[in-house]
Protein backbone atom coordinates (compact mmCIF):
# COMPACT_ATOMS: atom_id res chain seq x y z
CA UNK A 1 0.00 0.00 0.00
CA UNK A 2 2.09 3.10 -1.29
CA UNK A 3 -0.81 6.03 -0.46
CA UNK A 4 -0.21 9.28 -2.15
CA UNK A 5 1.63 11.38 0.12
CA UNK A 6 -0.97 14.16 1.05
CA UNK A 7 0.67 15.89 3.86
CA UNK A 8 3.07 18.45 1.46
CA UNK A 9 0.24 18.83 -0.98
CA UNK A 10 -1.81 21.38 1.20
CA UNK A 11 0.66 24.04 1.98
CA UNK A 12 -0.34 27.55 2.68
CA UNK A 13 -3.68 27.68 1.16
CA UNK A 14 -6.16 30.64 0.65
CA UNK A 15 -9.09 27.86 0.88
CA UNK A 16 -9.32 28.22 4.87
CA UNK A 17 -8.21 32.34 4.44
CA UNK A 18 -11.60 33.47 5.46
CA UNK A 19 -12.05 31.36 8.36
CA UNK A 20 -8.53 32.27 9.57
CA UNK A 21 -8.83 35.92 9.42
CA UNK A 22 -11.47 35.51 11.86
CA UNK A 23 -9.04 33.87 14.28
CA UNK A 24 -7.01 35.62 16.70
CA UNK A 25 -2.44 35.14 16.84
CA UNK A 26 -3.10 32.65 19.75
CA UNK A 27 -5.69 31.00 17.86
CA UNK A 28 -3.90 30.97 14.35
CA UNK A 29 -0.93 29.49 16.48
CA UNK A 30 -3.03 27.15 17.49
CA UNK A 31 -4.30 25.58 13.80
CA UNK A 32 -0.80 25.71 13.19
CA UNK A 33 0.31 23.45 15.67
CA UNK A 34 -2.82 20.97 14.95
CA UNK A 35 -1.81 21.48 10.83
CA UNK A 36 1.83 19.74 12.20
CA UNK A 37 0.33 17.80 13.80
CA UNK A 38 -1.91 16.03 11.39
CA UNK A 39 0.73 16.00 8.68
CA UNK A 40 2.89 13.87 10.83
CA UNK A 41 0.49 11.72 13.36
CA UNK A 42 -2.89 11.87 11.89
CA UNK A 43 -2.44 11.70 7.24
CA UNK A 44 -0.30 8.31 7.11
CA UNK A 45 -1.90 6.64 10.12
CA UNK A 46 -5.28 7.33 9.63
CA UNK A 47 -5.12 6.17 5.84
CA UNK A 48 -3.24 2.97 6.46
CA UNK A 49 -5.97 1.68 9.60
CA UNK A 50 -8.60 2.41 7.02
CA UNK A 51 -6.98 0.31 3.58
CA UNK A 52 -6.96 -2.65 6.70
CA UNK A 53 -10.11 -2.12 7.92
CA UNK A 54 -9.38 -0.77 11.16
CA UNK A 55 -10.07 2.32 13.36
CA UNK A 56 -7.62 5.43 13.38
CA UNK A 57 -4.81 4.57 16.27
CA UNK A 58 -5.68 5.46 19.21
CA UNK A 59 -1.91 6.86 19.47
CA UNK A 60 -3.54 10.11 17.50
CA UNK A 61 -5.76 10.45 19.84
CA UNK A 62 -3.27 10.19 23.05
CA UNK A 63 -1.34 12.62 21.16
CA UNK A 64 -3.93 15.04 20.06
CA UNK A 65 -5.05 15.37 24.15
CA UNK A 66 -1.06 15.24 25.19
CA UNK A 67 -1.28 18.88 22.67
CA UNK A 68 -4.17 20.22 24.83
CA UNK A 69 -6.19 19.93 21.79
CA UNK A 70 -9.11 18.65 24.01
CA UNK A 71 -8.84 21.49 26.84
CA UNK A 72 -9.26 23.97 23.47
CA UNK A 73 -12.65 25.33 24.58
CA UNK A 74 -12.03 25.22 28.45
CA UNK A 75 -11.73 28.54 30.30
CA UNK A 76 -7.99 29.29 30.65
CA UNK A 77 -9.06 29.54 34.36
CA UNK A 78 -8.97 25.76 34.31
CA UNK A 79 -6.12 24.91 31.88
CA UNK A 80 -7.83 25.48 28.69
CA UNK A 81 -7.34 27.65 25.33
CA UNK A 82 -10.86 29.14 25.99
CA UNK A 83 -10.87 29.28 22.05
CA UNK A 84 -13.55 30.37 20.07
CA UNK A 85 -16.14 28.06 17.58
CA UNK A 86 -14.04 29.41 15.08
CA UNK A 87 -11.27 27.76 16.21
CA UNK A 88 -12.55 24.85 17.61
CA UNK A 89 -14.14 24.05 13.73
CA UNK A 90 -10.49 25.06 11.86
CA UNK A 91 -9.18 22.13 13.99
CA UNK A 92 -11.65 19.96 12.65
CA UNK A 93 -11.00 20.58 9.07
CA UNK A 94 -7.46 20.37 9.88
CA UNK A 95 -8.02 17.11 10.61
CA UNK A 96 -10.66 16.21 8.10
CA UNK A 97 -8.36 17.15 5.38
CA UNK A 98 -7.22 13.44 5.98
CA UNK A 99 -9.61 11.42 7.48
CA UNK A 100 -13.67 12.98 7.86
CA UNK A 101 -14.03 10.06 10.50
CA UNK A 102 -11.08 10.69 12.62
CA UNK A 103 -12.09 14.25 12.31
CA UNK A 104 -15.43 13.38 13.78
CA UNK A 105 -14.22 11.49 16.80
CA UNK A 106 -12.01 13.73 18.17
CA UNK A 107 -14.39 16.95 17.83
CA UNK A 108 -16.89 14.78 19.38
CA UNK A 109 -14.30 13.90 22.25
CA UNK A 110 -13.49 17.89 22.66
CA UNK A 111 -17.25 18.95 22.47
CA UNK A 112 -17.84 16.08 25.64
CA UNK A 113 -14.22 18.28 27.48
CA UNK A 114 -16.25 21.71 26.83
CA UNK A 115 -19.35 20.81 28.01
CA UNK A 116 -18.49 19.62 31.07
CA UNK A 117 -16.04 22.58 31.87
CA UNK A 118 -18.92 25.23 30.61
CA UNK A 119 -22.16 23.52 32.06
CA UNK A 120 -21.22 20.47 34.73
CA UNK A 121 -21.54 21.04 38.32
CA UNK A 122 -18.50 22.12 40.86
CA UNK A 123 -18.97 18.41 41.68
CA UNK A 124 -18.41 17.14 38.49
CA UNK A 125 -15.58 19.44 37.53
CA UNK A 126 -13.51 18.28 40.27
CA UNK A 127 -13.98 14.80 39.70
CA UNK A 128 -13.71 14.74 35.93
CA UNK A 129 -12.45 17.79 33.92
CA UNK A 130 -8.83 17.22 34.39
CA UNK A 131 -8.94 13.52 33.71
CA UNK A 132 -11.05 14.55 30.27
CA UNK A 133 -8.95 17.05 29.93
CA UNK A 134 -5.77 14.89 29.45
CA UNK A 135 -7.92 12.13 27.82
CA UNK A 136 -7.92 9.61 30.78
CA UNK A 137 -11.73 9.73 30.77
CA UNK A 138 -13.69 10.23 27.35
CA UNK A 139 -16.55 11.36 26.84
CA UNK A 140 -19.46 11.56 24.36
CA UNK A 141 -23.34 12.28 24.11
CA UNK A 142 -25.38 9.32 24.24
CA UNK A 143 -28.71 10.44 22.39
CA UNK A 144 -30.32 8.24 19.83
CA UNK A 145 -31.75 5.13 20.86
CA UNK A 146 -33.15 2.52 18.48
CA UNK A 147 -36.64 3.73 18.22
CA UNK A 148 -35.81 7.84 18.91
CA UNK A 149 -33.11 8.88 16.55
CA UNK A 150 -33.97 12.68 15.81
CA UNK A 151 -36.98 12.54 17.29
CA UNK A 152 -35.83 12.69 20.65
CA UNK A 153 -39.11 13.28 22.65
CA UNK A 154 -39.78 9.62 21.60
CA UNK A 155 -36.66 8.40 24.00
CA UNK A 156 -37.91 5.22 26.08
CA UNK A 157 -34.56 4.97 28.15
CA UNK A 158 -35.73 5.97 31.71
CA UNK A 159 -34.22 7.16 34.87
CA UNK A 160 -35.68 6.40 38.18
CA UNK A 161 -35.13 8.27 41.72
CA UNK A 162 -34.59 6.03 44.20
CA UNK A 163 -32.68 6.30 47.73
CA UNK A 164 -30.03 5.28 46.10
CA UNK A 165 -29.83 8.03 43.59
CA UNK A 166 -30.93 7.37 40.11
CA UNK A 167 -31.39 4.02 38.25
CA UNK A 168 -30.37 4.24 34.44
CA UNK A 169 -32.82 1.44 32.07
CA UNK A 170 -32.32 1.27 28.15
CA UNK A 171 -30.21 0.84 25.04
CA UNK A 172 -28.12 3.67 23.64
CA UNK A 173 -27.21 3.07 20.06
CA UNK A 174 -24.67 5.07 17.44
CA UNK A 175 -22.48 6.73 20.04
CA UNK A 176 -19.44 7.71 18.23
CA UNK A 177 -16.33 6.62 20.31
CA UNK A 178 -19.18 4.33 21.74
CA UNK A 179 -16.42 1.62 21.94
CA UNK A 180 -13.86 3.45 24.07
CA UNK A 181 -15.99 5.95 25.78
CA UNK A 182 -15.89 6.07 29.42
CA UNK A 183 -17.67 9.09 30.01
CA UNK A 184 -21.00 9.36 27.96
CA UNK A 185 -23.61 11.71 28.57
CA UNK A 186 -26.97 9.59 28.84
CA UNK A 187 -29.98 11.77 28.19
CA UNK A 188 -33.27 9.63 29.83
CA UNK A 189 -36.93 10.56 30.55
CA UNK A 190 -37.53 10.95 34.37
CA UNK A 191 -39.78 8.83 36.50
CA UNK A 192 -40.78 8.76 40.18
CA UNK A 193 -39.65 12.61 39.90
CA UNK A 194 -42.22 14.37 41.32
CA UNK A 195 -42.76 17.62 39.93
CA UNK A 196 -40.04 16.70 37.03
CA UNK A 197 -42.29 13.39 36.50
CA UNK A 198 -41.56 12.87 32.36
CA UNK A 199 -39.26 15.38 31.21
CA UNK A 200 -35.49 14.74 29.97
CA UNK A 201 -32.67 15.01 31.68
CA UNK A 202 -29.05 14.09 31.49
CA UNK A 203 -26.75 12.02 33.01
CA UNK A 204 -23.11 11.67 33.27
CA UNK A 205 -22.47 8.11 33.69
CA UNK A 206 -18.87 6.58 34.33
CA UNK A 207 -17.91 3.61 32.66
CA UNK A 208 -14.60 2.94 33.66
CA UNK A 209 -15.15 -0.33 35.60
CA UNK A 210 -17.10 -2.91 34.08
CA UNK A 211 -20.14 -3.54 35.15
CA UNK A 212 -23.01 -6.53 35.05
CA UNK A 213 -25.45 -3.95 34.67
CA UNK A 214 -23.72 -2.00 31.35
CA UNK A 215 -23.02 -3.96 28.25
CA UNK A 216 -21.49 -2.95 24.99
CA UNK A 217 -22.16 -3.97 21.24
CA UNK A 218 -19.57 -2.75 18.42
CA UNK A 219 -21.92 -1.60 15.39
CA UNK A 220 -20.23 -3.09 12.57
CA UNK A 221 -20.17 -0.44 9.22
CA UNK A 222 -18.36 -0.19 5.75
CA UNK A 223 -15.85 2.42 5.64
CA UNK A 224 -16.68 3.82 8.83
CA UNK A 225 -14.52 2.13 11.88
CA UNK A 226 -12.40 5.25 13.28
CA UNK A 227 -16.05 6.28 14.08
CA UNK A 228 -15.71 3.20 16.64
CA UNK A 229 -19.85 3.41 17.11
CA UNK A 230 -21.32 1.50 19.47
CA UNK A 231 -24.96 -0.11 21.50
CA UNK A 232 -24.43 0.58 24.77
CA UNK A 233 -27.10 -0.93 27.39
CA UNK A 234 -27.99 -0.01 30.61
CA UNK A 235 -30.12 -2.94 32.93
CA UNK A 236 -30.96 -0.63 36.33
CA UNK A 237 -27.40 0.36 36.12
CA UNK A 238 -27.07 3.07 39.23
CA UNK A 239 -25.89 6.60 39.71
CA UNK A 240 -24.95 8.93 42.48
CA UNK A 241 -27.77 12.11 42.77
CA UNK A 242 -24.73 14.53 41.30
CA UNK A 243 -24.51 12.65 38.06
CA UNK A 244 -27.43 14.41 36.90
CA UNK A 245 -26.11 17.14 34.44
CA UNK A 246 -27.49 20.51 34.10
CA UNK A 247 -31.12 21.23 35.78
CA UNK A 248 -34.02 18.45 35.56
CA UNK A 249 -36.17 19.02 32.68
CA UNK A 250 -33.82 21.55 30.66
CA UNK A 251 -31.93 18.32 28.43
CA UNK A 252 -34.25 18.58 25.58
CA UNK A 253 -34.13 22.48 25.43
CA UNK A 254 -30.03 22.20 25.85
CA UNK A 255 -29.43 19.09 23.06
CA UNK A 256 -31.63 21.44 20.83
CA UNK A 257 -29.60 24.27 21.23
CA UNK A 258 -26.30 22.88 20.42
CA UNK A 259 -27.58 20.75 17.61
CA UNK A 260 -26.84 23.99 15.08
CA UNK A 261 -23.50 24.55 16.07
CA UNK A 262 -23.21 20.28 15.79
CA UNK A 263 -24.42 21.24 12.34
CA UNK A 264 -21.44 23.29 11.41
CA UNK A 265 -19.06 21.58 12.89
CA UNK A 266 -20.06 18.61 9.74
CA UNK A 267 -20.69 21.08 7.28
CA UNK A 268 -17.15 22.07 8.02
CA UNK A 269 -15.48 19.13 8.12
CA UNK A 270 -17.17 18.22 4.41
CA UNK A 271 -15.75 21.16 3.03
CA UNK A 272 -12.20 20.08 4.42
CA UNK A 273 -12.61 16.37 2.62
CA UNK A 274 -13.97 17.34 -0.30
CA UNK A 275 -10.90 20.61 -0.60
CA UNK A 276 -8.45 17.59 0.37
CA UNK A 277 -10.31 15.49 -2.36
CA UNK A 278 -10.00 17.83 -4.71
CA UNK A 279 -6.25 18.45 -4.02
CA UNK A 280 -5.10 15.28 -4.31
CA UNK A 281 -7.03 14.83 -7.75
CA UNK A 282 -6.06 17.89 -9.93
CA UNK A 283 -2.41 16.87 -8.65
CA UNK A 284 -2.66 13.14 -10.37
CA UNK A 285 -4.60 14.92 -13.30
CA UNK A 286 -1.46 17.19 -13.49
CA UNK A 287 0.80 14.21 -13.74
CA UNK A 288 -0.94 11.90 -15.58
CA UNK A 289 -0.33 12.02 -19.03
CA UNK A 290 -3.09 10.62 -22.09
CA UNK A 291 -3.10 11.31 -25.74
CA UNK A 292 0.22 13.41 -25.78
CA UNK A 293 -1.21 15.51 -22.86
CA UNK A 294 -2.36 15.50 -19.05
CA UNK A 295 -5.23 14.44 -18.11
CA UNK A 296 -5.66 18.10 -16.47
CA UNK A 297 -5.57 19.36 -20.51
CA UNK A 298 -8.23 17.66 -21.10
CA UNK A 299 -11.40 19.95 -21.49
CA UNK A 300 -14.64 17.64 -20.37
CA UNK A 301 -12.27 16.83 -17.57
CA UNK A 302 -10.79 19.93 -16.46
CA UNK A 303 -14.38 21.21 -16.68
CA UNK A 304 -15.87 18.98 -14.25
CA UNK A 305 -12.95 19.31 -12.14
CA UNK A 306 -13.64 23.10 -12.19
CA UNK A 307 -17.85 22.47 -11.30
CA UNK A 308 -16.79 20.40 -8.32
CA UNK A 309 -14.06 23.39 -7.60
CA UNK A 310 -16.96 25.70 -7.85
CA UNK A 311 -19.44 24.26 -5.55
CA UNK A 312 -17.02 24.03 -3.10
CA UNK A 313 -16.23 27.42 -2.57
CA UNK A 314 -20.02 28.16 -2.54
CA UNK A 315 -20.66 25.51 0.50
CA UNK A 316 -17.27 27.15 2.26
CA UNK A 317 -19.14 30.18 2.17
CA UNK A 318 -21.95 29.09 3.55
CA UNK A 319 -20.39 27.34 6.16
CA UNK A 320 -18.37 30.14 7.17
CA UNK A 321 -21.60 32.41 7.72
CA UNK A 322 -23.21 29.94 9.31
CA UNK A 323 -20.27 29.77 11.82
CA UNK A 324 -19.68 33.49 12.17
CA UNK A 325 -23.56 33.44 13.40
CA UNK A 326 -23.04 30.95 15.39
CA UNK A 327 -19.68 32.17 17.09
CA UNK A 328 -21.53 35.95 17.59
CA UNK A 329 -23.72 33.14 19.77
CA UNK A 330 -27.00 33.40 17.37
CA UNK A 331 -29.39 30.26 16.95
CA UNK A 332 -28.50 30.10 13.43
CA UNK A 333 -31.47 27.66 13.15
CA UNK A 334 -32.09 27.72 8.81
CA UNK A 335 -28.05 28.53 8.22
CA UNK A 336 -27.07 25.60 10.09
CA UNK A 337 -29.27 23.50 8.21
CA UNK A 338 -28.34 25.29 4.91
CA UNK A 339 -24.88 25.13 5.52
CA UNK A 340 -24.53 21.01 6.63
CA UNK A 341 -27.40 19.95 4.12
CA UNK A 342 -25.28 21.51 0.93
CA UNK A 343 -21.84 21.27 2.23
CA UNK A 344 -22.84 17.09 2.74
CA UNK A 345 -24.10 16.86 -0.12
CA UNK A 346 -21.62 19.05 -2.20
CA UNK A 347 -18.94 16.46 -0.59
CA UNK A 348 -19.98 13.38 -1.81
CA UNK A 349 -21.25 14.20 -5.02
CA UNK A 350 -17.61 16.26 -5.48
CA UNK A 351 -15.85 13.08 -4.13
CA UNK A 352 -17.51 10.82 -6.43
CA UNK A 353 -16.40 12.91 -9.45
CA UNK A 354 -12.94 13.22 -8.33
CA UNK A 355 -13.00 9.78 -8.15
CA UNK A 356 -14.32 9.36 -11.87
CA UNK A 357 -11.58 12.15 -12.98
CA UNK A 358 -8.85 9.79 -11.97
CA UNK A 359 -10.07 6.57 -12.87
CA UNK A 360 -10.12 2.90 -11.64
CA UNK A 361 -6.81 4.37 -9.80
CA UNK A 362 -9.34 6.56 -7.57
CA UNK A 363 -10.99 3.23 -5.96
CA UNK A 364 -7.51 1.90 -4.82
CA UNK A 365 -5.33 2.22 -1.61
CA UNK A 366 -3.00 4.70 -3.85
CA UNK A 367 -4.98 7.52 -3.34
CA UNK A 368 -7.30 8.51 -0.30
CA UNK A 369 -9.96 9.03 -2.49
CA UNK A 370 -11.55 5.81 -1.56
CA UNK A 371 -10.99 6.84 2.28
CA UNK A 372 -12.63 9.93 1.82
CA UNK A 373 -15.99 8.47 -0.31
CA UNK A 374 -16.35 5.68 1.98
CA UNK A 375 -16.28 7.91 5.51
CA UNK A 376 -17.91 11.23 3.47
CA UNK A 377 -21.18 8.71 3.56
CA UNK A 378 -22.34 9.08 6.84
CA UNK A 379 -22.23 12.69 7.30
CA UNK A 380 -25.53 12.50 5.62
CA UNK A 381 -27.05 10.47 9.17
CA UNK A 382 -24.96 12.45 11.69
CA UNK A 383 -26.86 15.34 13.39
CA UNK A 384 -30.11 15.26 11.09
CA UNK A 385 -30.54 13.66 7.90
CA UNK A 386 -30.92 15.89 4.66
CA UNK A 387 -34.59 15.38 4.96
CA UNK A 388 -35.16 16.98 7.92
CA UNK A 389 -32.73 20.00 7.78
CA UNK A 390 -34.81 20.70 4.33
CA UNK A 391 -37.70 20.53 6.79
CA UNK A 392 -36.39 23.04 9.34
CA UNK A 393 -35.83 25.08 6.69
CA UNK A 394 -38.90 24.96 5.43
CA UNK A 395 -40.72 26.06 8.84
CA UNK A 396 -38.27 29.12 8.80
CA UNK A 397 -39.31 30.30 5.32
CA UNK A 398 -42.17 32.72 6.18
CA UNK A 399 -39.68 34.19 8.86
CA UNK A 400 -36.32 34.11 6.84
CA UNK A 401 -37.81 34.78 3.11
CA UNK A 402 -40.35 38.05 3.66
CA UNK A 403 -40.13 41.72 2.78
CA UNK A 404 -41.14 43.76 5.79
CA UNK A 405 -43.69 45.87 4.62
CA UNK A 406 -43.81 49.51 4.25
CA UNK A 407 -45.88 51.78 6.43
Known amino acids: MNATPTSGLFGKSGFFAQLDSLLNPTEQRIVAKASEFCAQHVAEASHAAFCVGEAYPISILEG?????????????????????????????QEV?????????????LQGSVTRVAKAGSTQQQDAYLARLMRGDLLGAPA?????????????????????????????KTWVTNGQVVSLPLVMAKLANAGEHEGSIASFLVPLEKQSSTVSRRQIQTVGGNSFRAAEIEFREHVVPDWAIFGSPGEAFKTSMATINAARVHVGAMCTATLYSALVETVAYCASRTTFGEPLIGHQGLRWELAEVATRLEAANA???????????????VTLAAQAKKFAV???????????????????????????????????????????????????????????????
Open 318 to 332: LVVLAAHHINDGNAA
Open 96 to 108: ALYSFATAFSLNN
Open 64 to 92: WASQGFLALQVPTSAGGAEASFLCKIRLA
Open 345 to 407: DTAIWGVDQCVRCVGAVGTTSAMRLSMHQAELRFAAYTDGTGQLLLDRVGKNLAKEYCRTKQG
Open 143 to 171: LTEPLAGSDLGALAMVAKRSDQGWILTGI
